[in-house]
């Protein structure tokens, strides 16, 4: 999906808000803390956005922040925490917040969060202590990787999340780009000459 979306806010009521793109409605579960932050309905915003797909149901997330995405995706890395949980953790608290809980440990404080019991809060510590450090900024590592920041970079994580083989996303993205796109032209574009050839 879309690394980013940025339309109109058309409905909102935690979790859930509508943003027109174009004419084509989005629904998108967001946490409290970008609810927090959003500006008011007929009012444009620009979020970051995660698609998950499963057997029976296909659901997509947005974010104000890229730090915000990132820790919602990490946080579902450890056993036994899903979507809702991840967005529990960013409506209870923020990243730079989240970070440090980790970093020192504070199992006690990370079970006041609504979903997390003492158990998982053990091993959110263990798995993501080492990861916590990069939480926090927006800065461009994650997990020892670069993020992408570039349309062209973010158009092929995109194509890939779709589905693609990162080669096939390559080839695909590098076709469909001119210069002065941005990464929702570039998608639109591959995805429209795949379905021509």
């Not at 109109?8 to 174009?22: A, E, F, G, R, S």
């Not at 620009?46 to 659901?59: G, M, N, P, R």
Request: charged share 25%; net charge neutral.
């Amino acid at each position: 999906m879309i690394g980013r979306l940025k339309g109109t806010i058309v409905h909102k009521q935690p979790p859930w808000l509508v943003l027109d793109v174009h004419g084509v409605g989005y629904e998108l579960e967001a946490p409290m803390s970008t609810f927090y932050d959003l500006p008011e309905v007929g009012r444009e915003v620009a979020l970051f956005t995660h698609y998950a797909q499963k057997e029976d149901s296909v659901s997509l997330y947005g974010f104000l922040s890229e730090s915000e995405r990132r820790l919602f995706r990490d946080v579902q890395k450890v056993t036994g925490i899903g979507a809702k949980i991840a967005l529990a953790i960013l409506s209870g608290a923020s990243v730079s917040d989240f970070a440090r809980l980790v970093q020192t440990s504070d199992v006690t404080a990370l079970t006041r969060i609504p979903g997390i019991g003492k158990k998982t809060a053990e091993r959110i510590v263990v798995e993501l202590r080492d990861r916590a450090r990069d939480f926090g900024g927006a800065g461009t590592m994650l997990a020892g990787k670069p993020v992408a920041t570039d349309p062209l970079s973010e158009a092929i994580a995109a194509l890939q999340q779709l589905g693609y083989k990162p080669a096939e996303a390559l080839r695909m993205a590098e076709k469909a780009q001119t210069e002065g796109d941005d990464v929702e032209a570039i998608i639109r574009k591959a995805l429209k000459s795949a379905l021509r050839g």
